[in-house]
């Protein structure tokens, strides 16, 4: 499923994920990030369809001090999303974890609900 805002949603999780210097080639979401490759840009992952670029920035969420406040807001709104259901959020669709993600952050824009 392919919406009008699936650039706006993905170039909200590329700045949680630390890209910056966001450009957009053509149908292409180029950005700078520090801990990929020193001064060049490089194409920003579809969040809205890999897991493993979600999994990336899930580990944000986990705080070494075990506290881990956003983890637990995160998996909060992600279980909403799966009917109230923790059991379901391991098999949660990328686009799931990506409204979860920008909720716990506040980054989540209402007009993309459809």
Not at 54 to 81: C, F, G
């Amino acid at each position: 499923m392919n919406t009008e805002f699936d650039n706006e949603i993905i170039h909200a999780m590329a700045k949680i994920d630390g890209f910056t210097l966001l450009t957009l080639e053509g149908q292409i979401l180029l950005g700078y990030k520090e801990s990929r490759c020193l001064g060049m840009h490089v194409m920003v992952p579809n969040y809205l369809k890999d897991l493993n670029a979600l999994h990336e920035v899930e580990t944000l969420l986990e705080d070494k001090t075990r506290k881990r406040p956003l983890y637990t807001a995160y998996t909060k709104e992600l279980s909403k999303l799966c009917d109230n259901n923790l059991g379901l959020i391991v098999h949660a669709t990328a686009r799931q974890r990506c409204k979860a993600i920008l909720k716990t952050f506040n980054k989540w824009d209402s007009k993309w609900d459809l």
